[in-house]
């Protein structure tokens, strides 16, 4: 059985009792593992997680998507919560300092709280991925490196990667991405898909031949303009998709189109939300 429990995300759960802010956290029970997925942006999903019977002390592992503050963000808390992390597992570059620019002209720092030291001083075991496929078990793996499939997923400007005083346009190549084998499918799960949600799953098709069943998390699509929605919704059908539980970065008119596209099958991904096969 897969099941998958959203710990803190954008929204309010539907009884308004948890802690919601901008940012997501998953906690994820597949294939005998208990798996942390984004740890949120203050900590405040360690709080959501006791109520909702979670027991973070039980994770075999926490993976962070990407570099981003509203994703890794309560690592920290997450540390200073349990009595150990067995690993921590990252795209490769996750470690850089990423910044974007503001509207103002000026620009602010939206990285990691913390750094390679603090997990190593911890005595937690890092993993940066490297690979297009890394196994967690035999049915759990994480993607890497996505191919870019489209012209309309356009990487987004404001985010810059600072290199010893040089700003690099960020291209994401610490984002990675989880699937999970079920009998229905490979269900997919996305912290923000700043490279594409499209290029993400039509690698993670392309590499393992599998059908993609469902797919959860931030889809980035709260910049995108009609057309590129509209081609989005398209390539879903494409691709055979049955359900999505979507939300955080996918923005009001993202999830107005897939609401209308999936209808029963649409699941508002908000704090408290449980997905299961």
Not at 140 to 147: E, I, Y
Not at 244 to 268: L, P
Request: proline share 1%; net charge negative; charged share 25%.
């Amino acid at each position: 059985m897969l099941r998958i429990t959203t710990l803190i995300e954008n929204n309010a759960d539907d009884k308004n009792k948890l802690v919601n802010e901008h940012g997501l956290s998953l906690y994820i029970e597949a294939d005998g593992k208990k798996i942390l997925f984004d740890t949120g942006q203050s900590g405040a999903f360690v709080q959501n997680a006791e109520k909702l019977g979670k027991d973070l002390s039980e994770i075999d592992c926490a993976i962070i998507s990407h570099g981003h503050y509203d994703h890794s963000g309560g690592f920290r808390k997450l540390v200073g919560s349990v009595p150990s992390v067995p690993q921590l597992i990252v795209g490769k570059g996750f470690f850089e300092a990423k910044h974007k620019y503001c509207e103002d002209g000026e620009t602010s720092f939206i990285g990691n709280s913390f750094n390679r030291q603090y997990v190593e001083d911890r005595q937690i075991l890092i993993k940066e991925v490297e690979e297009d496929i890394f196994r967690i078990t035999e049915n759990v793996m994480l993607f890497h490196n996505f191919r870019r499939s489209n012209e309309f997923e356009k990487l987004n400007e404001k985010f810059f990667i600072d290199q010893g005083g040089s700003r690099l346009t960020d291209d994401f190549s610490d984002e990675i991405s989880l699937g999970i084998v079920t009998d229905k499918g490979l269900v997919v799960v996305v912290g923000c898909s700043h490279v594409g949600v499209l290029n993400i799953l039509e690698t993670i098709k392309e590499r393992t031949g599998l059908p993609i069943y469902a797919v959860l998390g931030g889809t980035h699509l709260v910049d995108a303009d009609a057309d590129r929605i509209a081609k989005t919704m398209a390539a879903f059908r494409k691709l055979g998709i049955s359900r999505v539980a979507v939300s955080h970065c996918t923005g009001s008119e993202g999830i107005a189109a897939m609401r209308q596209e999936f209808k029963e099958n649409f699941i508002y991904n908000n704090a408290g939300n449980v997905f299961t096969i």
